[in-house]
């Protein structure tokens, strides 16, 4: 089974995408912001990392220039989700690592449709 | 998904509750805000919980309240850009933006909680603060309800996904697709590999991959994809679509699968003619096909050894916790607390039928459930406990509005918010809480000018306070302001006939006829207080939850009004005695010690209710006089000594029988006002018995007694001056009456 780890400090947002991913057959692992994001990635080797961009402690940014660094991370998906905005903040993301983006507000469907675009 | 209407509406309420966390931690920031102006902390704090309740609430369908919190977003991006200074207008502002985004969260589908006319009003102030006049058309836009600026954010990423062309009958269209990987795409996470299977979805594909770009193996990346694809996709035509329609959708289909790797690529997309050439190729396939796939592979291969290398056992970590808090609803917990109510009952029968059956399996069997259920009660009560912070936190913003319309200076102090408390208790505690901080800004805190006059701070303080005291807890709110004038309070309750022109009326007295319904010193009704309807509310919300009030005042130093609560409402450990065939049940936590009491005792005390316990003199109640039981007392009695406020006292019963889990169970309405017994539980030998409040009983006796103007034999071991608590004034008398009699003698 494929993991998936979604970090987000809004727990509904965590709800939703944890929800729709574990009904569409993912493991998902939650992190509520930056650090602990990393340090879930360092635990347990994920197969795509959904993560908001503005939180506190570490932001979306960070996480993923550091979610790159990690061993066995060189060539894992990356979502970033981002707002309308903010569009500078995709191409700090892209800069950072980031494999693609999913625009706040979106709908299962969306989410699901760009997750198998990125994980077997 | 969209067919389970049910996730949405879950995700909704986990919005809902996320949105009211938020909003408590955004006031509180705010309200700091207004004290440490230049905090960036404070305000990249507020900036991101608003970017939340932002983000969160157009995921789930709260528009209005998206775009409301939208303007404020922008507002406090610029403080924190430095463009926009914190006023506190701009706190003021913000607060009352809160409550319309309160009121917005809080609404049901398709109704408006909010007022249109306030977020007009908010918004437009927000303009004004923020300088942007010559833009107001702009920002207009954001306000009207019908105007969803997320909308076309969300069709970029709609875009990507929806218009898969629909398999048709008519003739089919063809793309030659030219696709050559930059050098980060495989970096950033992108997998060709994905990318070509994806436009296998689209239409039939034809892949040729170039591997002219591979260097020698001294050059090559192992990083880097240095094959590109030339490809030729035949895509079904839609149905009934224009032919120009069709093509468009094709040519935006292909472009969606490289949405995300259009920067880091070079990629063409051109119509190709469908020929039957191209047809016979496509036949082909089989044969072209596995031509790139291998070289894909080899390079998967190469990926996979690379990072195995650099990976060494990256699955030998141990299982992180994937939850360490879990969102339950309160209604849940309620269930489990009574279903566990429900087995403690059952319990205490089978230990019952255990002890008579004599049988040592059974008896064995019974004493492990016993030990279970101990076990999980004590478990299943702490779930419903939380801290008192939340409640605490939210009169900040009570206490700044008041102050403000007051024309006050008040500061809000909280000590031991950490303090927890069953959840049923807290969820009522909103209201008396609310009530007397109101009343102390009201009636207690003094204006700015006369208490400088007074020699005072400026700066008046209301302290609010939480901490645990047996199986109780003490919630106090005390201020420093002028204190509770007692000669006014004194000349109202004779005026209202509430007491005789002279009456001797101890402090206690005099402070407790501010619960009464009615009761009011004020000398005219403010928009705050003054009506006397707030202090009789406090008082029946707190008896409601077995609860005490005391208060304590000082002229011209401040008034402490203090709240004892019990810990928990459902489930309590007590001990179990008898007094002539009835039972009764004291709680555990407030008992000391038992001790035996002869009549040899009772004797040499000279008609005196006192023991000595070791060399300390003990008062006690007798309880068998006290609830007139008329069967006569045996030899030895017990006396269970039980701690309370006024200190030690002893209680006397016939006989202790032990331990019990005790479920408790309210007497109903009919017994409310029967102070001294907190509730009843059922036995498991079915019968009934009373749970007394120990502190209740020594009150009602000290206070008899000083009614009847006898010796204060019947006073605690502390010696103070005058009792203190007993806001019930009029409470029964102290013939209560095994149980039945209480609802009758009123």
Redesign the interface.
């Known amino acids: 089974m494929k993991q998936v780890l979604t970090v987000d ?5 965590r ?2 995408v944890g ?2 991913l574990r ?1 569409a057959g993912y493991e998902v ?2 992190a509520v912001d930056g650090r602990q994001g990393i ?2 990635a ?4 994920c197969d795509l990392v959904i993560t ?1 961009l ?3 402690q570490m932001d979306g940014i960070q996480m993923i220039a550091g979610v ?1 660094q990690l ?2 991370y ?5 979502l970033m ?1 981002t ?3 903010q569009p500078e903040k995709k191409d700090a993301g ?1 800069k950072a ?14 989410l ?3 997750v198998q ?2 994980v ?1 | 998904m969209t067919s389970e209407s049910g996730g949405l509406d879950q995700f909704r309420l986990a919005f809902r509750e996320e949105a009211r966390e938020l909003l408590v931690e955004l006031e509180s920031n705010l309200l700091e805000m207004n004290e440490r102006p230049e905090d960036g902390e404070l305000v990249g704090n507020v900036f991101r919980a608003l970017h939340t309740i932002k983000g969160s609430g157009a995921m789930f369908g709260f528009e209005d309240l998206a775009t409301f919190t939208h303007n404020l977003e922008n507002a406090f991006d610029e403080v924190r850009k430095g463009r926009l200074a914190v006023t506190p207008e701009l706190v003021d502002l913000t607060l009352s933006a809160l409550d319309q985004i309160r009121a917005m969260a809080e609404a049901d589908d398709g109704e408006t909680a909010a007022d249109p006319a306030a977020c007009t009003e908010i918004l437009a102030r927000l303009r004004a603060l923020m300088g942007k006049g010559e833009d107001a058309a702009g920002s207009i836009r954001h306000t009207a309800p019908a105007a969803k600026p997320v909308q076309g954010a969300a069709n970029e990423l709609g875009a990507a996904i929806e218009p898969r062309v629909q398999p048709g009958s008519g003739p089919e269209q063809a793309w030659k697709i030219r696709f050559a990987p930059g050098p980060d795409l495989m970096r950033n996470g992108a997998d060709p590999l994905l990318l070509v299977r994806e436009l296998r979805g689209i239409g039939r594909l034809t892949v040729e991959a170039s591997t002219a770009g591979i260097p020698s193996l001294r050059e090559l990346e192992p990083e880097r994809c240095y094959v590109s694809w030339e490809m030729v996709l035949a895509i079904p035509a839609g149905g009934d679509r224009g032919q120009d329609a069709a093509r468009a959708a094709g040519e935006d289909a292909i472009r969606d699968v490289f949405i995300f790797v259009e920067d880091s690529c070079e990629l063409t997309i051109e119509p190709a003619r469908v020929e039957p050439l191209a047809d016979a190729a496509l036949a082909n396939t089989g044969a072209k096909e596995p031509v790139s796939t291998a070289v894909c592979t080899a390079d998967v291969t190469a990926r996979a050894l690379e990072e195995k290398r650099r990976s060494p056992g990256r699955r030998a970590t141990d299982q992180p916790d994937s939850a360490s808090s879990l969102r339950v609803p309160a209604a849940r917990l309620d269930q489990l607390v009574d279903l566990v109510g429900e087995l403690v009952t059952v319990q205490a029968r089978l230990s019952e039928f255990a002890a008579q059956s004599q049988e040592n399996e059974v008896l064995a069997v019974a004493e492990e459930i016993e030990r279970l259920t101990s076990a999980l009660r004590e478990n299943s009560m702490t779930l419903r406990m939380l801290p008192i912070r939340a409640t605490f936190e939210r009169f900040r913003r009570l206490v700044h509005d008041l102050a403000r319309d007051l024309g006050k200076n008040v500061e809000l102090t909280i000590e031991g918010a950490e303090t927890e408390l069953d959840k049923t208790v807290i969820d009522q505690l909103g209201d008396p809480l609310m009530h007397l901080i109101r009343n102390s800004m009201d009636h207690g805190v003094e204006l700015p000018e006369s208490r400088v006059a007074g020699g005072k701070r400026r700066m008046a303080k209301i302290h609010l306070s939480a901490r645990h005291s047996g199986a109780s807890v003490l919630i106090a709110v005390s201020d420093d302001g002028a204190g509770i004038d007692t000669e006014a309070v004194r000349a109202r309750a004779i005026e209202r006939g509430l007491a005789g022109a002279d009456d001797p009326l101890t402090e206690t007295e005099i402070f407790s006829f501010i619960f009464q319904p009615g009761f009011s010193t004020a000398k005219e009704v403010t928009d705050i207080s003054g009506r006397g309807v707030g202090m009789d509310v406090v008082r029946q919300r707190v008896e409601s939850l077995r609860g005490a009030i005391e208060v304590t005042s000082q002229r011209g130093a401040g008034t402490t009004v203090t709240l004892r609560l019990p810990l928990t409402l459902a489930i309590i450990d007590g001990l179990l005695v008898k007094i002539g065939d009835a039972f009764f049940v004291l709680p555990l936590a407030s008992t000391l010690e038992c001790i035996e009491l002869t009549r040899e005792e009772v004797e040499q005390a000279n008609g005196k209710h006192v023991a000595y316990v070791r060399g300390e003199i003990v008062p006690y109640i007798r309880l068998r006089q006290y609830f007139n039981v008329g069967t006569p007392p045996p030899e030895r009695e017990q006396i269970m000594v039980v701690e309370c406020e006024d200190g030690r006292c002893g209680l006397v019963v016939d006989q202790v029988l032990g331990n019990c889990q005790t479920v408790i169970r309210n007497l109903g309405r009919f017994y409310r006002h029967v102070q001294v017994v907190s509730g009843a539980t059922i036995l498991g030998n079915g019968a009934v018995a009373l749970i007394l409040d120990p502190q209740r009983l020594v009150q009602e006796a000290i206070r008899a007694k000083i009614q009847r103007g006898g010796s204060r034999s019947c006073g605690t071991t502390r010696e103070n001056g005058h009792p203190r608590g007993g806001t019930h004034q009029n409470a029964t008398e102290h013939s209560v009456g095994a149980g039945v009699r209480a609802g009758a003698s009123r």
């Open positions: 400090d809004s727990s509904s947002v709800q939703m929800f729709t009904k692992v939650e340090e879930k360092r635990a347990q080797k908001d503005n939180m506190p790159r061993p066995g060189s060539f894992t998906p990356i989700l707002t309308e905005s892209r690592g980031a494999t693609g983006w999913i625009v706040k507000p979106f709908q299962a469907e969306q699901i449709a760009v675009k990125l077997r």
